[in-house]
């Protein structure tokens, strides 16, 4: 069947176009300064989320804070090392003992010791996260994969492709990133920044201060620059999106650009995206890295600060040597995490926006719900029969108004009227793309609504205007038409559709390889295999959306050989383009806004000289033209 799966760019489910906005929309990457507007609604939903790795997420906040514990230790063992090392020496210089080098390789194998450890649980409660963080997204993006599946086509005619591959790719990866990496930082900051204090008052309250005047210095400087260079992070953001989407554009319909000999408009749009981008990037990441400088300098003021104090207290033997060196790395480790805990902010802003978003989209609504006791399909002959159908894609607007019509099993009705009248609409419907709003469709007498949706499009046979392969070998596609079909039985399809000959023509047969973009075959060959899938299919009803508007004289007979022997024996709706295709119709339904206005033979609607004699002589006026 010719239109299941996956969709290129504006074509939506079966291969028909919505009523809704279409385009790129919007680009895919969040700005690193877009905010959830409920972050506390938000972290709760996460934290429901995780409810099953919460003890995972305890026992890692544990290794964690005792990792960053023992790091925390060892600059003050090794400082009393230190002092022992430094009064060792100067009794040896006096005469008066020696360095006790047994004391101090205990000390040092103790440390080393703890350092190990550290590693060991900090590689412990990596693997444990990375675990986690994993589970979580793989369950993000199946519970959004489901959901897709049971969303009804409106959110799609309404939301663009981008912006549900958005929250799929994007806005999981921010998630992710978040638990993978920035919880655990998060913790061991806060730990280091909070044992550090501890460590460093437990050594001298003094020095303590001196080393904390620096951070409110420290915290004008961070201010302002994150001020200055959030809104170029922002504009970076933006125009990543502008020149994504701008070459995507012109990749897409590189052909059309070269007919319209577009590309130097194409070029100088790339050049003013690429120069802003350019500026705002340099701009951005310069600012970015002003920041470690800055914190360099001033952490040297403190050292410099700290060493004179420092060299004049144990002059005054209020403290040791080793209390100067321990309180020296102490403050050489306590400047990254506070600039890492001046992050958390913005980090838990951003998943929670990510998150909002994901969590948004798991919270549309969704198609009604199947009946219980559904009908079996299996014995359907294709009488179809609309009963007073009324239908509207929004509740003020009204695309079907009255619409009835009785269809015998093996009738090919054809559907023809001008754009906008309701034709697509009306196969839609008929498919449970859209419930009606009143009326009844009735499949042999049974409401549509009392099959399941799958059982219900199992009947239908679709043959697209637009043509849709993915990419994959021929037989791979004409096989999408009935997975479990042999080799054998996919062939005499292929016959049946008048495709066998070309294809044996191809490179590697059956075995060639569809590109993504299926344009290494032509239009027409394309629609030849779209009709040999759905013969494979073996429907009872189908539905044809013309499809020799764009092909040759030749392979216009062929496509319409073929789709004459698929619609042998079965009922087969048409919606028509060109009037003389469907002459021999059992039955025209001719709509104009919403509404069958006419119905008939052909000889008997041209004998009516109504609206389908206007039609179907403005065709032949402007070919004549």
Not at 200 to 218: G, K, Q, R
Not at 458 to 483: A, C, H, K, P
Request: charged share 20%; hydrophobic share 40%; with cysteine.
């Amino acid at each position: 069947m010719s239109g299941q799966g996956r969709n290129k760019p504006g074509i939506t489910g079966m291969g028909m176009r919505g009523p809704g906005l279409r385009g790129p929309g919007r680009h895919m990457m969040m700005g690193s300064g877009e905010k959830a507007r409920d972050f506390k609604g938000t972290m709760r939903q996460i934290l429901v989320y995780l409810g099953s790795y919460i003890p995972a997420i305890t026992l890692i906040i544990f290794i964690a804070c005792a990792s960053t514990v023992f790091t925390i230790l060892g600059p003050k063992i090794l400082g009393r090392a230190t002092t022992k090392l430094f009064k060792g020496a100067m009794a040896q210089i006096t005469g008066t003992g020696s360095i006790d080098f047994n004391f101090i390789g205990r000390i040092i194998i103790f440390v080393f010791g703890l350092y190990l450890l550290s590693t060991v649980l900090s590689y412990i409660q990596g693997w444990i996260m990375s675990g986690v963080s994993v589970k979580v997204t793989y369950r993000f993006r199946k519970d959004i994969a489901e959901k897709i599946n049971r969303m009804p086509l409106k959110y799609f005619d309404g939301t663009s492709q981008g912006e549900v591959l958005s929250r799929i790719t994007n806005d999981v990866d921010t998630v992710n990133r978040t638990l993978s990496q920035s919880l655990t930082q998060i913790v061991t900051s806060f730990v280091t920044v909070l044992g550090i204090l501890v460590m460093m008052f437990s050594i001298n309250w003094i020095m303590t201060l001196v080393a904390l005047a620096v951070i409110p210095l420290s915290a004008i400087f961070v201010r302002l620059i994150v001020k200055k260079s959030q809104k170029y992070f922002k504009e970076q953001q933006e125009y990543i999106g502008h020149v994504n989407g701008h070459v995507e554009e012109m990749y897409g319909g590189h052909l059309v650009m070269k007919s319209f000999n577009g590309e130097e408009r194409s070029i100088e749009r790339f050049n003013t995206y690429n120069s802003t981008l350019y500026t705002v990037g340099w701009k951005s990441l310069f600012l970015s890295r002003m920041m470690m400088p800055l914190m360099t300098i001033l952490g040297n003021v403190s050292y410099v600060a700290i060493s004179i104090l420092g060299g004049w207290l144990a002059v005054k033997k209020a403290i040791t040597i080793g209390d100067i060196q321990a309180f020296i790395q102490y403050v050489r480790n306590f400047t990254r995490p506070i600039a890492q805990l001046a992050n958390i902010s913005n980090i838990l802003q951003q998943t929670a926006a990510a998150a909002e978003r994901v969590f948004e989209f798991l919270a549309e609504d969704e198609q009604s719900p199947e009946i219980d006791n559904s009908v079996n399909p299996a014995d359907i002959h294709g009488g179809v029969v609309f009963r007073n159908i009324r239908f509207g894609y929004s509740p003020d607007k009204t695309v079907i108004n009255n619409f009835s019509a009785s269809v015998l099993p093996g009738q090919k009705i054809a559907i023809v009227g001008p754009t906008g009248a309701g034709k697509t609409t009306i196969v839609k419907l008929l498919m449970r793309y859209y419930d009606v709003t009143e009326g009844t469709i009735l499949i042999d007498n049974l409401d549509s609504r009392d099959f399941t949706r799958k059982d219900l499009r199992s009947q239908f046979g679709m043959v697209l205007q637009d043509t849709w392969l993915f990419s994959g070998t021929i037989m791979e596609n004409i096989r999408y038409g009935r997975l479990s079909a042999t080799d054998d039985e996919v062939l005499n399809a292929a016959r049946t559709a008048n495709a066998h000959h070309f294809i044996q023509t191809l490179p590697g047969g059956y075995g060639m390889i569809i590109n993504e973009e299926a344009s290494n075959i032509s239009h027409g060959q394309k629609q030849l295999l779209t009709i040999a899938r759905a013969i494979l299919a073996d429907p009872g009803i189908l539905i044809l959306d013309e499809a020799t508007s764009s092909v040759d004289t030749l392979t216009e007979i062929h496509i319409q050989q073929a789709m004459d022997n698929l619609m042998k024996g079965r009922t087969s709706f048409v919606i028509a383009h060109r009037l003389s295709t469907i002459r021999d119709a059992d039955l025209i339904l001719v709509m104009n806004e919403g509404d069958i206005v006419e119905q008939g033979t052909h000889r008997q609607l041209l004998m009516a000289g109504g609206f389908y004699e206007e039609l179907y002589n403005s065709q032949f006026d402007s070919r004549a033209k």
